[in-house]
């Protein structure tokens, strides 16, 4: 199972962005689907997943303006996001989970400019 992370770039603070994880190889029902970031300096975080059941959980940060959403039919996980933030600045990585598995994107960077 391979990941592709895309939708990541350049974007003024209080602009949005909307990230993408297709995972394409050997397609099964996954567990768990979510985001992480790392941010130049700290360690990588979590900030958004969602169980196969639909229960989501986000970072105390970025609650109320970034939404985990899944697309099961296509394996997609998206990761919208509104308002942003300079703090938000960091590769942002997707990783599934599928029978204790855990499969990593390759990351894609958002970079927010104040």
């Known amino acids: 199972v391979q990941l592709q992370a895309s939708g990541g770039g350049l974007v003024q603070a209080g602009g949005s962005l909307r990230l993408s994880c297709a995972a394409s190889?050997?397609?099964?029902?996954?567990?768990?689907m979510g985001w992480f970031r790392q941010a130049p300096g700290k360690q990588r975080e979590l900030v958004a997943g969602?169980?196969?059941?639909?229960?989501?959980n986000y970072a105390a940060s970025v609650k109320g303006r970034f939404t985990i959403s899944t697309d099961n039919g296509k394996n997609t996980a998206y990761l919208q996001m509104n308002s942003l933030k300079s703090d938000d600045t960091a590769v942002y990585y997707c990783?599934?989970?599928?029978?204790?598995?855990?499969?990593w994107g390759q990351g894609t960077l958002v970079t927010v400019s104040s």
């Open positions: 190889g050997s397609i099964f029902r996954f567990d768990f």
């Open positions: 969602i169980l196969s059941g639909g229960a989501t």
């Open positions: 990783k599934f989970v599928a029978r204790g598995v855990q499969y």
